[in-house]
């Protein structure tokens, strides 16, 4: 059965810093991963969609990358602002595409 | 595009009520599907429907129903609510194939005292 962990759980960091979340994965055979984020009580918006076939994704600031044969996905945020504190989820796709299974997400706080 | 929209935002039960939350999508997608997000359990899949007319079950179904008679619309039931229940829930829906994302609901917030 496939399981999503994202460690750390939060992270608190200033303004400015370049910071790392990360993801794993238990079984490697995904379709694709994604990275999510969630402000406080709203929905989740998609950041990030990195195919199997591709080893990272870029938007701006954010760089997604894969690591399939490692079970391993890490989300770089450069120059960090106060507005990307959130959290982030990853999630990738049950063995039959049709349904996401995410991990439990990094709450991020960034300091002015 | 409305995108995904969800009804209602906020409501609060006694246990044993029924209610329904709606999920409606405009973008014409084939999948849809309900979640409910619990402090520390992340998001958990409650029922998902692969298209018009189709439900299945997901991880956490038991004390829910769904009912997916028209292609956009997406119901979540609760028969006889609990407090094991209180939760937020999130619709999400995408185009029929693997690769392509979810687009998520705003979500309702559901207390049941």
């Known amino acids: 059965k496939q399981e999503v962990t994202q460690i750390p759980a939060a992270l608190s960091v200033p303004e400015g810093e370049n910071l790392v979340l990360n993801c794993s994965f238990t079984?490697?055979?995904?379709?694709?991963l994604q990275w999510f984020r969630q402000d406080p009580g709203k929905g989740l918006t998609s950041l990030l969609l990195?195919?199997?076939?591709?080893r990272e994704q870029t938007s701006g600031r954010l760089n997604a990358s894969l690591d399939k044969s490692s079970g391993r996905s890490t989300l770089y945020i450069a120059a960090s602002q106060p507005g990307d504190s959130a959290t982030y989820l990853c999630?990738?796709?049950?063995?039959?595409?049709?349904?996401?299974?995410f991990g439990k997400g990094t709450t991020l706080s960034v300091s002015s | 595009n409305a995108g995904v929209t969800q009804t209602p935002k906020f409501r609060v039960l006694k246990t044993g009520q029924s209610m329904t939350l709606l999920c409606a999508q405009d973008?014409?997608?084939?999948?849809m599907y309900w979640y409910r997000q619990d402090p520390g359990m992340g998001l958990r899949l409650i029922h998902y429907?692969?298209?018009?007319?189709?439900?299945a079950k997901g991880e956490v179904p038991d004390g829910y129903n769904v009912s997916r008679l028209k292609k956009q619309n997406f119901l979540l039931g609760l028969e006889s609510a609990a407090p094991s229940q209180t939760s937020v829930y999130f619709c999400?829906?995408?185009?029929?194939?693997?690769?392509?994302?979810?687009?998520f609901g705003p979500g309702t917030r559901l207390t049941v005292l």
């Open positions: 999400a829906s995408k185009p029929s194939f693997a690769i392509d994302t979810q687009y």
């Open positions: 079984d490697s055979a995904i379709y694709n």
């Open positions: 990195i195919q199997s076939s591709q």
């Open positions: 999630a990738v796709p049950n063995q039959a595409g049709t349904a996401l299974i």
């Open positions: 973008m014409n997608h084939e999948y």
């Open positions: 429907s692969v298209g018009e007319g189709t439900t």
